[in-house]
């Protein structure tokens, strides 16, 4: 972990690094362009959220896309739940470990979502997901509870799942 944030700095350029509880809101544009970004938690209140290619962004709790836009061609990384209310895109890699709540939109591109908790998880939310490739890695039961597509490849290389 601290390898991370070190390497946020210094990608950054940032004289220092907060311990504890970061907590990211978003109101205006945020462009993460090959470097490393890491929070607690990001709330993302109507913002363009854009990871280019090559950027890291590590969310150690949940993520939650209340109204704008996270356009994800890197990687992300969500150690808690995934709720979206806005539009996701993704042609990079979402690692999820908590529960997967789509309300909205998401554009799948060719991107690949893995599913990594090691407890259970379920998938669901108003909005009915279509992901380009999805991925379960993980222990713990994955319950879906709405009717989710899969354009690709599904892989379960560990797992297992409950349909509704």
Not at 13 to 20: E, H, Q
Not at 27 to 54: D, F, H, I, R, W
Not at 125 to 143: C, E, P, Q, R
Request: with cysteine.
């Amino acid at each position: 972990m601290m390898d991370v944030k070190r390497q946020m700095r210094q990608k950054l350029r940032l004289p220092f690094y907060m311990a504890g509880l970061l907590v990211l809101v978003i109101t205006g544009v945020l462009a993460v362009s090959p470097a490393v970004m890491q929070a607690q938690v990001l709330t993302n209140n109507g913002a363009t959220v854009k990871t280019e290619g090559g950027a890291i962004v590590y969310i150690e709790g949940s993520m939650l896309n209340s109204s704008g836009t996270y356009d994800n061609t890197g990687t992300t990384t969500i150690r808690g739940h995934c709720t979206n209310n806005g539009t996701i895109g993704d042609t990079g890699s979402i690692f999820v470990s908590g529960d997967w709540i789509n309300n909205s939109i998401f554009n799948r591109g060719l991107g690949i979502v893995i599913l990594n908790g090691t407890s259970a998880e379920s998938f669901g939310g108003s909005a009915i997901t279509t992901f380009h490739n999805l991925k379960v890695d993980s222990g713990g039961a994955k319950n879906f509870n709405q009717s989710e597509i899969v354009d690709d490849t599904m892989d379960f290389h560990y797992g297992v799942c409950f349909t509704s």
